[in-house]
């Protein structure tokens, strides 16, 4: 909330900023940044490859889980066959395996999330260049987010032809 009264108030002085030029000469058109993110090509492509690769980590983790959940077993089954000595020996080797396989799915996600940071960034960077030249060549003076818009004709959402010339223009986000 408080984020969208920032933006708000910004909005609000860069209009005030506008008062030299005169209302008929300003075009604004708005854009789904969002859209464009999520159902292009390259953003359908990139979703999918992060999500493939989280299945398969996850699968990865929940054999260990498995795997330690059967050890938690057997040292539980063993309780009263082991020496306190060798029972609290596998209870340290079982919790430093469950400690690791914790810091291994928290680093597996941090770097999951850096991934898509960076290839959103990558992707906002070629929009960012495709917005530029297409409002120069159209004569837009200005484009907005379409979430920042509370109200807006539908005739001034650029969307589906900001989305055809990136799907044509990006095939790939390396």
């Given at each position: 909330m408080k984020n969208k009264i920032n933006i708000f108030i910004v909005l609000f002085f860069f209009f005030l900023s506008l008062t030299s030029l005169k209302a008929e000469n300003l075009t604004v058109y708005f854009v789904d940044v969002d859209k464009i993110m999520s159902d292009s090509n390259v953003g359908k492509k990139t979703l999918k490859s992060l999500e493939k690769e989280i299945k398969s980590k996850y699968d990865e983790f929940k054999?260990?889980?498995?795997?330690?959940?059967?050890?938690?077993?057997?040292?539980?089954?063993?309780?009263?066959?082991?020496?306190?000595?060798?029972?609290?020996?596998?209870?340290?080797?079982?919790?430093?395996?469950?400690?690791?396989?914790?810091?291994?799915?928290?680093?597996?996600?941090?770097?999951?999330?850096?991934?898509?940071?960076?290839?959103?960034?990558?992707?906002?960077?070629?929009?960012?260049?495709?917005?530029?030249?297409?409002?120069?060549?159209?004569?837009?003076?200005?484009?907005?987010?379409?979430?920042?818009?509370?109200?807006?004709k539908s005739s001034l959402d650029i969307t589906p032809q900001v989305m055809e010339i990136f799907n044509k223009e990006i095939k790939k986000i390396d």
């Amino acid at each position: 909330m408080k984020n969208k009264i920032n933006i708000f108030i910004v909005l609000f002085f860069f209009f005030l900023s506008l008062t030299s030029l005169k209302a008929e000469n300003l075009t604004v058109y708005f854009v789904d940044v969002d859209k464009i993110m999520s159902d292009s090509n390259v953003g359908k492509k990139t979703l999918k490859s992060l999500e493939k690769e989280i299945k398969s980590k996850y699968d990865e983790f929940k054999k260990q889980d498995t795997a330690l959940k059967k050890k938690e077993d057997e040292i539980n089954k063993q309780k009263n066959i082991l020496s306190k000595e060798e029972l609290d020996k596998k209870i340290l080797d079982f919790r430093l395996n469950v400690q690791k396989l914790n810091q291994e799915r928290n680093k597996f996600d941090r770097e999951i999330q850096q991934q898509r940071i960076v290839r959103l960034n990558k992707m906002l960077n070629h929009l960012k260049n495709i917005l530029s030249k297409y409002a120069a060549d159209n004569s837009i003076s200005l484009i907005l987010q379409k979430t920042n818009i509370i109200i807006g004709k539908s005739s001034l959402d650029i969307t589906p032809q900001v989305m055809e010339i990136f799907n044509k223009e990006i095939k790939k986000i390396d």
